[in-house]
Structures are given as C-alpha cells and as structure tokens.
C-alpha cells in the first residue's frame, strides 16, 4: 500500500502510567524520523487537545530531552478522562475532529491508552472510514492495570509490578521489625482486576511473602477474612495482607465503597481508603496493632523503579505501531505474544481494536488458589519475567532528571 | 588506654530506617574484625534481647550475607520499643543487663538507634559506670526523623529525604496529568520536626516544586490553610501540598488527633490519615478533586532508593565508634559536623550522650519562610548535598537481593 503523506498526531489519555511515556517516545521518534510524516504533534491532554485545537508541534522539541522520555513517568503530553458519546448518537465531537484532521493534514493518529482509550481510538478510526477520510488509526496499549484483551500483557503493567513487589519486600521486613505482633494491610489499584494485586506474591519468590492475597476476581466475605487474619496473626505473631481496592462483597458492592461516593468521567466509583476500613476491623476483631498502606499514585508513577523489560517491550511496540500504519495498517493496537516454556520471549503483534475495547481481562482461575486468598504458582510464572531489568533513568544531583518539555503550541 | 578483651552486643532499637543497617554492618564488620573483641553478638530485637538472652551470635553468619546489609532495609537484628525506668526509679532492668554482660562478658556495647535509643545507651552507661563493671558504651545514631542533637545531620534521614524527594516528583508530574485541576496532599512523617517533609522542597530544584509546605515547627490554621490551597487552585488550577503529621494547632493539639486515639509505647500519640483529612477539608471548601497521599512507612524502608551518601556515612561513622570504643572511649555518639561552603565534607565528631539523649532538634527558623508555608534556600543548601548517590543494592531476578541472616541464637 502507499506509503500516505501528512502530518501525525499523537494522543495519551487515561490514567499513567511510569512507561506511558516510553510509549510515546517510540511513536514520536520513529515518526520524526519517517519522512512520509511531515508533522508530528502532540494532543494536549488526549483527544481533548484534539477537540480544542491543541496540538504540541513535537517537531519543536529538542531531541536530547525528547530521548528522557522513556524514563520519565506520568503523561508529558498531557492526559483526559474524556468518554465521547458514540458517533451513532452524536456526531459532534467526530465531525470537530475530523474539521482538525483536515487542518492540520494528519493521516495517522496514534493513541496511547487502556480500555476507555481503545474505545475512542475504535470510534475515530470507524468514523473516519464511514465518512471516508482517509486516516490511519493505531491503539497503543498501556494500562498499569493489565486488563486489556488480545495482548499478554500491557505496557505499564511490568513497571507498576516491579513497584509493588520492591515496595512489598520493603515493608515486608520493616513490619516484622519489632517484638510486638502486628497486621499489616497494603492496598493496590485494581477495579476489576487483581493484576496488581497480586505482584505482591513476587516478593514471596525472595522470602517476603504476603500471608493472605484478596482479588476482586472473587468475591470477599469480611468474617472469613478477619477469621484467616486472626488465625495467622495467633500463630505467627504477625500477619501481612495485600488487598485490590476493587474487592467487593457477593452482591457487587465494594468492601471501600462506604468511605467514598464520588466518580469519575466514566462513572466509575472512585476508590480509596480500603486499607484504612480493614485495618480498623482487624483492630478491632484482634485487638493487633495494625496498619494500613495505600500505594496510591505511587504505583503507577514510580518511574525510578521502572521495569526495564517494560521500558524496551514499549518502545518496541510503538516503533512497530508506526511502521504498521505507514504500511497501511489501520483500526488496530499492537500487544504481545509471549512464550515461557524455554526462558521468556515477547513477540509483537496485532489486535483488532474492536475487539480489544470495553472489555476487561481478568486473571484467569488457574492463577488464584483454591482458598481465593492467594495466587498460584502460574501466576508467579507469567508475572516474574516481566519485572526483570532496571531503568537506565539518568540522575542529576541524586535525584530523576525527567524530560523537560518546551510545549510549542501550533496556531 | 588498654585494649579491652572481651565480647560486644550490637542493637538496634526505635523506628528502622532504610540505612539502620548500614551501621550494624560497620560496627558488626569492624569488630569481627578486631582481635581484642572475642565474639559478636547481635541483641535480637534490641536492648528487649539482652534482658531475654536472647542473642544472636554474628560469628554464625556468612559474610557475603552480612556485606549485604547496608543495602537491605529495617532493623535486621530486629527492634523495640521499649522504655527502661530510670536506674534511680528501678533497678531491675539495669541488674538483668549486667547479669547478662557478665554471663557472656560483654565489655563492648553499641546501641544503634535515635533519641529513646540514645537516652537508653545513656542509662545503661550510666549505670554500668556505677557499679564499676567496666563496658564501653557508644551510641549510633540513626533516625530519619533527623532530630538528634549535636550531629549535623542524622544516618536514614538523608535516604528518607531523597526517596521522598524522589517521589514527590513523581506524583507530581503524576497530580499535573489531567485537564481537570486537582489539588493533591503529600503526608510525610514527622512528629515534632519537619525535616523529613521539607524535603519534598529538593523537588522544586527539578521543576516539580510543592506549592505549600506545612511543619510542625509552626502553628497550623486551618482556615488559613484552606484559604492559601483555595488561593492558588484558583490561580493555576493545581495545587500541590506537603503536610507533616505532626503538624498541630495553636493549642498544640494535632490536626489528624480525631482521628486516631492509640499511643505508642513511649506515650507518643499515633499519627496518620491527615492527608486524608486535610483531603476531605479542601475538597469540601474548594469543590476541587482532592487526593491525599501517606508516605507511610515506605518513606522509612524504601532501601531501593536509598542515598549513597548516606550509606557511606553511616558505615563509616560505625566503624569510626568501634576504632572509638577499642580505644577506650564510653558515653559517647558519633555524630557529624558538616562544612557546605566549598562543596560538601562531612568529618566524624564524638557527642555526649548524656546531651544528645531526649532533646529533640527542630528546624531551625532560618530554614522555614516568613509566611510558614514553605522552606528557605537555606534548608535546600543544607539538604542537597546529603541525597547525592546511590545504592549498591544488587538485584536478583529484577528483585532487591536483600539479606538473610540465619539467625543462630547463643545459648
């Protein structure tokens, strides 16, 4: 196929993660470097930028700084948690978009996303094609949460994993300091998903290992878990507990959901504060001192542990997500495929958009233990290959020189 | 003076800190090393080991485990909290440690620990001087909370600083994502002196500076507060906070004290889940999306971005208590005395524990600004130079390759 000239933009949206940028990196440079793309832009906070005009001119930007993105976390273009309407039912945003498409000439777009962000990218790449513009879409997966169908895994999802599991070890042995018993209770992100989660185990492979592991894949019973905390914590003296912020009773509501009401742009509840409700119902079953530890943001912006298997499988993949679309490619993400038999090998490959948006991965049964308090050794097995290798994140004064941009807006 | 033959007790008491055993490696390496000492024992969860004969023979240990101590976080021969009476008030604990020195013949003790610790290290001194029973008393001092008197600064709290530093980065680049604002509270430990949160201000030497920084050297208002996070939500449509836990009204009543009711063994009331509350109160002021983040305890173990100076320091300043105490010296912490005009030199002084102990050093108020919401240049001048470097810390499998001692008891 023709190789179709025009100008780029490139979009991040959802939540960050520490290689989101990685991402973008890849994209941006390998189309700099293309010379059928006679722009590259940046879409200031994701499709938002897109709809009001506001397009970094990334070609502005200087390529010593632009190469400290792979290591620099959260979104350098800027973010949005902007769900647009189907173009069945409103038109408006789709006919905006393509009014800047048109202007600014662009012939590939590339968004960087999870879920809601695969769910945009297939309604601009199906919009297009109805109306006949001609316009190459590409999804660029990342998602910490590690939820997305098709792909192994997702980019984002390594980094958040090595966080956890480093930051899990760490606690592990400063809450088993003391001569006095304590319950410890670290929360992860994770709606739906026990991904995160359950990358605390990680740190049970070097002798820190989490007693009881809670996953939003089953449902959660408080009596039963107060009843294994307290158990543990009589034996042991010390009981160590990694819960998702997403676990829920039989009847789907969240064990958080009491603490908070608000939601987000997508209707989500937004959670937080789990650990602090359990660690006060331990307190109180057990009488134990207890603590809660929220990760928080920390998980997904912990750049100076980045996976560096992350950071190259990202870069890789976005390299490849241009060569795609310049091909001719369209409507697609590219993720992985990966062999664990003999060592652990990730080979890229496409996924129809379509199908990729709007539905959740969860860990399969034959990752979580019978009890529905752990993981298994399968899980152990996908998860370890992927936190392998560090950043190669320069310092400056002992702390992250992260990428600086200039941000030149185009008129 | 003679050189003492005898067996020495290395302890680690109080709040573990990611370089607490960097300084048991330096006094554990230097007297295995020396000949005078005739074996090394390691007080299982600090000066509660000695009074339980409960000691870890160090001799037992392998040394290429040992020499991963100064990398691996917490107190690895365990800690306490535990606060002995005065030896005029009650002599039982003094009789049961003298009991026990003599049993193993002790003539060398180093209790590692900050300002509790210290005061204890000063009993025992005390006492044992008393008696006549001749043993070498020296103090290390580590704390991350940096409140220890005379020394310049205290070994863990440049660690503390520079992860906290680090990851206040991070989030901020994480809490500036978004085209919807949001105002985002960082709660780090703290309860008396705000050396650990004013280190958040390094972050601003990189582009990601705290709007307010709030210590407990000063007085808080919460309508003040409120007022000056609202001001500049306003203004940029973003505001980023560092609060200590320990931050207190005029009354000297703590902020979060609604919160939680529970003391500590030393009668210190319990803090966390101000950020939260401080959250909620901008949230229900302002009607901004608001998210507050604990530090926890990862600010104190986070061993994987531990500063290389720190490290080296405490070492050092280990090994230098042992040269100390071989050669006669008792009653006394090594400490630092620092000189920041020509670059940055640290020397090793020796301290009076009798003034160290339970003397809390504050930040002095050349380092705090005139409004008392941010620091000086004074306080980034002194705190720069003290998380330059990194750690060592060798990785396994992506992982940190901590530690593991085998732990064998002397009967």
């Given at each position: 196929m023709s190789r179709l000239e025009g100008a780029c933009i490139v979009g991040q949206s959802g939540g960050p993660t520490s290689v989101i940028n990685a991402s973008a990196y890849g994209v941006i440079k390998a189309a700099l470097d293309d010379?059928?793309?006679t722009r590259v832009y940046g879409a200031y906070h994701g499709i938002r930028g897109v709809l009001d005009d506001?397009?970094?001119?990334?070609?502005?930007?200087?390529p010593k700084e632009l190469a400290l993105l792979p290591y620099t976390p959260s979104s350098a273009l800027g973010s949005c948690r902007y769900k647009m309407k189907k173009p069945e039912e409103d038109e408006t945003d789709y006919r905006r978009i393509l009014e800047i498409f048109k202007k600014y000439q662009v012939r590939y777009f590339f968004y960087i996303g999870g879920n809601d962000s695969m769910d945009t990218c297939a309604k601009v790449s199906r919009y297009l094609a109805k109306v006949g513009y001609e316009c190459r879409v590409m999804g660029v997966p990342k998602t910490i949460d590690n939820d997305l169908f098709g792909t192994d895994h997702c980019p984002g999802y390594a980094s958040a994993a090595k966080y956890i599991a480093t930051t899990f070890m760490e606690v592990y042995l400063d809450a088993h300091v003391y001569d006095t018993g304590t319950v410890t209770i670290v929360e992860c992100m994770g709606r739906h998903a026990g991904w995160l989660t359950a990358a605390c185990a990680l740190a049970g492979t070097k002798g820190c290992a989490p007693d009881l592991i809670y996953l939003p894949e089953r449902d959660f019973d408080m009596n039963q878990f107060l009843q294994e905390v307290d158990a543990l914590y009589r034996k042991n003296g010390y009981c160590i507990v990694a819960v998702s912020e997403g676990i829920h009773y039989a009847d789907g509501?969240?064990?958080?959901e009491a603490k908070t009401a608000a939601t987000d742009g997508f209707g989500h509840a937004q959670l937080g504060g789990l650990a602090a409700v359990l660690a006060n119902a331990v307190k109180e079953k057990t009488g134990a001192k207890t603590r809660g530890i929220e990760l928080s943001l920390l998980q997904r912006c912990?750049?100076?542990?980045?996976?560096g298997t992350d950071i190259a499988e990202s870069m890789a993949a976005r390299k490849r997500a241009v060569e795609e679309t310049l091909a001719g490619t369209t409507g697609k993400m590219v993720g992985f495929v990966c062999d664990r038999t003999n060592g652990y090998r990730c080979q890229l490959q496409l996924f129809d958009l379509e199908q990729v948006a709007n539905y959740e991965k969860k860990m399969p049964p034959?990752?979580?233990?019978e009890a529905g308090n752990g993981v298994t050794q399968a899980f152990i097995d996908y998860c370890a290959p992927l936190v392998v290798g560090e950043s190669a994140l320069p310092r400056e004064d002992g702390l992250p020189r992260f990428c600086r941009l200039k941000k030149v807006f185009a008129k």
């Open positions: 010379p059928a793309i506001q397009l970094l001119i990334m070609d502005e930007e200087d509501s969240f064990v958080s912990a750049a100076h542990v980045a996976s034959e990752m979580i233990n």
